[in-house]
């Protein structure tokens, strides 16, 4: 997700001031995401050069507030209406860090996937109570997809090393 969109996504609800908007964001994803408040200022600077957002004055207490633009609308109406590509995606490092390790020469694979599988076991859990504590559907959502691709990541890792002991067996 590209914070630019984010922040429009919020500004759809009306005009928010910078802080606000950082806040709004951390809370809606859970806090998967943290936010650096110079990043959203960047990125609101440039939307409002794009002519997606738009200085709406300020609040009571003298913060800026921006307002999405109708260009803005239709770049998030466009936004939530096309498919994430995988190749949009980061490349997935553990992914080359198990090939490099099935590849390289002397390298203990059952103990790289081990290490992986601990890490990702202490992170599920740390979802699973993250998910209890969770106060609002969007932080649910965010946490449940998480906690998905942490089981997922389980499964291909208990894969990854049937495959290299078959592997390990039928050379030796």
């Keep these: 997700m590209s914070i630019r969109h984010g922040l429009l996504a919020l500004l759809s609800g009306g005009p928010r001031y910078g802080y606000q908007l950082r806040v ?9 995401w ?6 959203v200022y960047t990125t609101l600077s440039r939307l409002e050069r794009d002519g997606l957002v738009t200085p709406a004055g300020e609040d009571d207490q003298g913060r ?8 803005g609308r239709a770049a998030l109406e466009r936004w939530f209406a096309t498919p994430v590509a995988q190749s949009d995606r980061p490349r997935d490092e553990l992914a080359i860090k198990i090939a490099m390790a099935v590849a390289g020469a002397d390298v203990d694979v059952g103990a790289v996937i081990h290490t992986q599988r601990m890490a990702t076991m202490r992170a599920l859990q740390a979802l699973t109570r993250a ?11 965010v ?7 942490a089981e997922a990541e ?3 890792l208990d894969h990854c090393e049937a495959v290299s002991k078959a592997s390990k067996e039928k050379n030796a």
């Design 34 to 39: 943290p936010l650096n408040i110079g990043q």
């Design 154 to 156: 389980q499964r291909w």
């Design 24 to 32: 709004e964001f951390e809370a809606s994803t859970g806090a998967t």
């Design 64 to 71: 800026a507030l921006y307002a999405i633009t109708e260009a």
């Design 131 to 141: 998910k209890r504590a969770a106060d609002g559907v969007a932080q649910r959502l």
């Design 143 to 149: 946490l449940d997809g998480l906690i998905f691709k």
